[in-house]
């Protein structure tokens, strides 16, 4: 599961780096940030999954944009 989401941040964060929304070095501190807060649990489906990955990118998506999750961690 864990891999899911790191690869979910990451995208996003690596996106926002290009866009120059955050500096190279906020890349690593993005998706710990994430990672921090992804839910545990086991996902025996696909369904399941995806919305792991929405969660993620959203939740990455809101640290570059206020430099932290602002809402719980689901």
Not at 44 to 60: H, I, K, M, V, W
């Given at each position: 599961?864990a891999?899911?989401?790191?690869?979910?941040a990451?995208e996003?964060?690596?996106a926002?780096?290009?866009?120059?929304?955050i500096?190279?070095?906020?890349i690593?501190?993005?998706?710990?940030?994430?990672?921090?807060?992804?839910p545990?649990g086991?996902?025996?489906?696909?369904?399941d999954?995806?919305?792991a990955?929405r969660?993620?990118r959203e939740?990455?998506?809101?640290?570059?944009?206020?430099?932290?999750?602002?809402?719980?961690?689901?």
């Amino acid at each position: 599961f864990a891999p899911l989401v790191l690869n979910a941040a990451n995208e996003i964060a690596v996106a926002a780096f290009l866009a120059e929304k955050i500096k190279f070095m906020e890349i690593p501190a993005t998706v710990e940030r994430v990672l921090g807060f992804s839910p545990g649990g086991r996902h025996l489906n696909l369904g399941d999954l995806l919305e792991a990955d929405r969660q993620a990118r959203e939740q990455a998506a809101e640290v570059v944009k206020h430099g932290t999750l602002t809402t719980s961690g689901r």
